[in-house]
């Protein structure tokens, strides 16, 4: 499975963005996906993820009731909708598989990571 995400782009303060994540490779369907996010100069941090059958989510607490992260399998897409967007959310962002579904937070566990889309926020 190899992704490639796009959507992001600069934002002010408040605005929303909805980044993608399309997969290709049949067992997309079947694999949980989570977002991650880097600033320059830090580790690259999660963001939230989503099982394989879009019916569980988990969110770190400074985007939970911000960012809502869906999937649709039939087109090998994943987003992230991010709303009420703040200065700190300013990263590149990136999407991620992890083929044993271990629902994870910890981005060692992924694999096949695409290139990242940049979120710019300014106030």
């Known amino acids: 499975v190899q992704a490639v995400e796009s959507g992001g782009g600069a934002v002010q303060v408040g605005g929303s963005l909805r980044l993608s994540c399309v997969a290709s490779g049949r067992t997309f369907s079947s694999v949980s996906t989570g977002w991650f996010r880097q600033a320059p100069g830090q580790e690259r941090e999660f963001v939230g993820l989503?099982?394989?059958?879009?019916?569980?989510?988990r969110y770190i607490d400074s985007v939970k009731g911000r960012f809502t992260i869906s999937r649709d399998n039939a087109e090998n897409t994943v987003f992230l909708q991010m709303n009420s967007l703040k200065p700190e959310d300013t990263a590149v962002y990136y999407c991620?598989?992890?083929?044993?579904?271990?629902?994870?937070?910890?981005?060692?566990?992924?694999?096949?990571w695409g290139q990242g889309t940049q979120v710019t926020v300014s106030s």
């Open positions: 989503i099982n394989w059958s879009g019916g569980y989510t």
């Open positions: 991620a598989t992890d083929p044993q579904n271990r629902l994870s937070t910890n981005p060692k566990f992924y694999a096949y």
